[in-house]
């Protein structure tokens, strides 16, 4: 049983433009929301997180925008530039007692052409 | 990220070999997890460790067991390989509550 299902499969943006990914979960009791991102070769980086008492953070270029009735969340790439051309996966899990078991999607592979 | 070490970083194998994949971390964490990469998949959770006397299945633990050797060492091993195990595995630690950090990943092929 996914919880966490991730789409586009893989996204082809021209630079300067958005790229949106998109998550949705079934599991309430989420309550922490990472995106992580992975290039080839190395194992995923945290990009940005959420949590469900926030509708959106952004972090420079990175945006996360989070609907919590829909239980759906999303990443997006403003001004998408080569060098962000990677695996991208959304997450999910519970803190509660400090656990940070983390649910992933099955990933989007982002590709931005010049 | 050299703060969690995993080796080998390739592997390739036999049906029927016992395998151990050998994570160590500097970051001075707790937590440490063992997760398997397959393409189309994500990433799914095979173990994980609170603390050295703690020891939890994940998602895929079938076919794979863990050691925690001491708070920053933890070990993952398939007692006999077979092909559908071919995969990316990937060690990661944190902290109580805290964001995980990813190893680089070993690449494993069983032939």
């Known amino acids: 049983q996914q919880q966490v299902k991730q789409s586009p499969q893989s996204l082809i943006v021209q630079k300067g433009g958005i790229s949106i990914i998109n998550c949705a979960y079934e599991?309430?009791?989420?309550?922490?929301f990472p995106w992580y991102q992975q290039f080839p070769g190395k194992g995923p980086a945290l990009l940005i997180a959420?949590?469900?008492?926030?509708s959106e953070k952004k972090e420079g270029r990175f945006t996360i925008s989070f609907n919590k009735s829909a239980k759906q969340f999303s990443l997006h790439i403003m001004d998408s530039q080569p060098g962000d051309s990677a695996t991208y996966f959304c997450?999910?899990?519970?803190?509660?007692?400090?656990?940070?078991?983390?649910?992933f999607g099955k990933g989007t592979k982002l590709s931005v052409i010049p | 990220d050299a703060d969690v070490t995993q080796t080998p970083r390739n592997r390739i194998t036999k049906t029927g070999k016992r395998i151990m994949l050998e994570c160590s971390q500097t970051?001075?964490?707790?937590?440490m997890y063992w997760y398997r990469q397959d393409p189309g998949l994500g990433l799914r959770l095979i173990y994980y460790?609170?603390?050295?006397?703690?020891?939890n299945k994940g998602e895929i633990s079938d076919g794979y067991s863990v050691s925690r050797q001491a708070q920053a060492k933890f070990s993952l091993s398939l007692e006999s390989a077979i092909p559908n195990q071919t995969a990316l595995y990937f060690c990661?630690?944190?902290?109580?509550?805290?964001?995980?950090?990813f190893g680089d990943g070993t690449r494993l092929s069983i032939l």
């Open positions: 990661a630690t944190s902290d109580w509550n805290q964001p995980q950090h």
């Open positions: 599991n309430t009791a989420f309550d922490y």
């Open positions: 959420i949590r469900p008492d926030v």
């Open positions: 997450a999910a899990s519970q803190s509660g007692a400090g656990s940070y078991q983390l649910t």
């Open positions: 970051k001075g964490h707790d937590r």
């Open positions: 460790s609170f603390d050295v006397k703690d020891i």
